[in-house]
């Protein structure tokens, strides 16, 4: 039934039905990249890679671009896995009967029919468990309770992440039946944060989960009172490994240096669960506003090219199909830069130029300093997706964005449009507009 099911959900969903619907033309005003967020999110909404949201946002995408007067428009297709989540449930079965929230991590197995019944070891990082004896482990579910505090860089979300990227192999390798940890995420509501993880050929796949923080603290207080607690977990998802998706790309061409590439990017993937307003809807919105209008204001001197990254979520996945396409071309990026933590304001601007370039960085600083940002280093990350082309020698910036908030509602269903401030927004948008249209009409090497 369910091969019956996707295969009717792919003939209703072909890009054919969406390629032909009209697009709304937007004004081309400040607001245009909290009007671009809005109608992603509303029209399209959630959009996992390989599925039929993603194949509508790819629609949605290029009928925008070409609407907004975008000089050439593509898409690029790649291979990629495609997940899908099926029931999930975790119940506490003695001595305290009762359901906890729960997400699938994205890449999980799911359960044989009739669920995982065990008692549960906690440790409370990835750290302590790595340090553990199989004894202590066989045939239990693990549960890493480590809670992540917040802060504007967003800066514990590295310290906390790996039990959810690596968590299950490391558990497996010692015999664990499934995994269960903590949210990564800095709200106290009950949502519980999916988010990727990864398994090794070499150790059993087991099944990984993650609950809501309040749901954590009430496992670690069921297991202080009763260690022998016993749990059932049951879950159904499904994965393919070789669905479509596409990068989408769009230019404003350069009128004096048209081969010279300033490359702003964000991923046009979202997580299942929410509509992806703050991840990544809002940096969609800000790329492809900012060079839709760049152009109102005149042609730049180098190619302005806005790339919409496909399977950001999976594993960078539609960053690695470009710059292998682009392999040749990469010398002719000039510059790559990503928005990819939510809608925040800009506080802070970084580069990661060549020291003869240096000069330039703190002039592009000084023209954003009255919207009150501030100088950074020169090691700059670039975004997720764009930290591909830095490693292979692309020059980056980052417009480093307010995350106080953003671990809240990331990879939630909690991420949707109400948690975009449109005035956040449009100073962000004003940020993109003065770096972009900076190095577009410089001739400057950043690389030297
Ligand atoms: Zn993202």
Excluded: C
Aim: net charge neutral; proline share 6%.
């Amino acid at each position: 039934m369910k091969n019956l099911h996707n295969l009717l959900m792919l003939a209703l969903f072909t890009p054919a039905l969406y390629a032909n619907t009209p697009v709304q033309p937007l004004p081309l005003s400040p607001q245009l990249a909290y009007q671009l967020v809005e109608s992603l999110t509303t029209e399209v909404g959630p959009r996992i890679a390989g599925s039929p949201g993603d194949r509508a946002s790819v629609q949605w995408a290029t009928s925008q671009m070409k609407s907004l007067g975008f000089d050439k428009v593509w898409t690029e297709e790649f291979v990629t896995p495609y997940w899908q989540r099926g029931q999930a449930r975790l119940e506490v079965l003695t001595p305290f009967p009762q359901s906890l929230v729960l997400t699938a991590l994205g890449g999980s197995v799911g359960t044989p029919a009739n669920g995982i019944d065990a008692t549960v070891v906690q440790f409370d990082s990835l750290e302590a468990l790595l340090a553990a004896k199989p004894e202590q482990v066989k045939d239990k579910i693990v549960f890493i309770n480590k809670a992540m505090t917040k802060d504007r860089a967003g800066s514990q979300y590295g310290k906390v992440v790996g039990a959810r990227a690596k968590g299950a192999v490391d558990a497996a390798r010692l015999g664990a039946k499934a995994l269960i940890i903590r949210s990564v995420g800095t709200s106290a509501n009950r949502f519980a944060h999916t988010g990727k993880m990864s398994y090794d050929p070499a150790v059993p796949k087991i099944p990984a989960v993650a609950i809501s923080a309040p749901d954590a603290q009430q496992l670690a207080r069921i297991l202080q009172k009763a260690p022998e607690a016993k749990l059932k977990l049951q879950m159904d998802n499904q994965q393919t490994e070789d669905a479509i998706s596409h990068n989408v790309i769009g230019e404003i061409t350069g009128s004096e240096r048209p081969d010279e590439i300033v490359l702003i990017g964000a991923h046009l993937d979202s997580w299942d669960q929410g509509t992806g307003a703050l991840d990544d809807g809002a940096g969609v919105g800000l790329v492809m506003a900012t060079a839709a209008l760049l152009k109102k204001e005149g042609q730049p001197k180098r190619t302005i090219r806005v790339v919409l990254y496909g399977n950001e979520e999976g594993g960078l996945v539609g960053a690695r199909a470009y710059a292998a396409r682009h392999a040749k071309e990469l010398s002719k990026h000039v510059l790559a830069s990503e928005s990819d933590f939510g809608a925040g304001r800009i506080w802070r601007f970084e580069t990661r130029f060549g020291a003869s370039a240096l000069p330039f960085a703190k002039q592009i600083q000084q023209q954003l300093a009255p919207l009150g940002i501030e100088a950074g280093g020169n090691d700059a990350f670039g975004g997720p997706d764009v930290s591909v082309l830095k490693a292979l020698g692309v020059p980056v910036v980052t417009l480093e964005q307010d995350g106080t908030d953003y671990f809240d509602y990331h990879h939630t269903p909690n991420d949707t449009l109400d948690k975009v401030d449109p005035a956040a927004l449009e100073q962000n948008l004003q940020a993109w507009l003065i770096m972009t249209r900076a190095v577009a009409n410089s001739a400057l090497d950043l690389r030297k």
